[in-house]
């Protein structure tokens, strides 16, 4: 295994499962020490020597600057942040959200990386250096999920823009992109609320559609998203800065 984290020190928002928490996983693997950050208190499951473990509701500002000094105080610095915190919440054609809905999902898919983007800042810009690597989506062009296509636009325009601003600074900043991703059975549901027969036609309807815009007609698995965040977050990528990747299997997003 290599070490391309090798005492870095490395935090990762919505690390509880999925993608988050195979990032994590893997960080930990290439020497990295780990600063894990969910609102669900499954993160403590990575129980490690070299990890802080945080829970916290990061679509609250307050939170994501708590969550910064206490990385720093235990490490003494962030050298890359992850942000993973996001995810459709319902599937349905965009007439059929409610304000409330729409509310909720540009709260939860852009506001936690808004968030933290901002509250690591003070930190990386003091030390010269760092590494933002922010979890985007190609629904930006999908069916069924406008709000969350629109949040994750944003972040991808946060990604530009703020590698534009910080470039000089030492700091690198990127966002993946991934298609559909084979994952277990979430174990923190993002919406309680039952799938009514319409709405799983609705959710089968961004099913083919993703098939579809994919070259390779398939779902991705959780490692191949992990390798390209860890790839833009390493220092094998130190010349890549403002860069949105797509990791869809040929789907551009």
């Not at 500002?61 to 490490?75: D, G, I, L, N």
């Not at 972040?155 to 700091?171: F, M, R, Y």
Request: proline share 4%; with cysteine; aromatic share 6%.
């Amino acid at each position: 295994m290599t070490q391309r984290f090798n005492n870095k020190v490395a935090l990762v928002t919505g690390a509880a499962q999925g993608i988050g928490r195979r990032v994590a996983e893997r960080l930990l693997e290439e020497g990295a020490w780990l600063v894990a950050v969910d609102r669900s208190e499954l993160v403590h499951e990575l129980q490690h020597e070299r990890a802080l473990l945080l829970t916290a509701d990061l679509e609250q500002y307050s939170e994501c600057a708590r969550v910064m000094a206490a990385a720093t105080a235990r490490f003494g610095r962030i050298d890359v942040l992850v942000n993973n915190v996001g995810g459709t919440i319902w599937a349905k054609p965009f007439e059929h959200y409610a304000e409330a809905e729409i509310e909720a999902e540009v709260r939860r898919s852009l506001f936690p990386t808004l968030w933290c983007c901002h509250c690591v800042l003070p930190y990386m810009l003091e030390q010269g250096a760092g590494a933002i690597v922010n979890v985007s989506s190609v629904a930006t062009r999908g069916v069924n999920r406008v709000p969350y296509g629109a949040a994750k636009g944003g972040v991808n325009a946060l990604t530009a823009c703020l590698a534009l601003e910080t470039a000089g600074s030492g700091i690198r900043v990127n966002a993946t992109a991934p298609g559909g991703t084979e994952a277990p059975p979430r174990r923190i549901p993002r919406n309680s609320h039952p799938q009514s027969e319409q709405e799983r036609v609705w959710y089968q309807q961004i099913v083919d559609q993703t098939l579809e815009s994919s070259s390779m007609k398939r779902y991705g698995s959780i490692d191949e998203q992990a390798g390209a965040i860890l790839f833009l977050a390493c220092d094998e990528a130190s010349y890549i800065t403002g860069v949105t990747l797509p990791v869809g299997g040929g789907d551009l997003g």
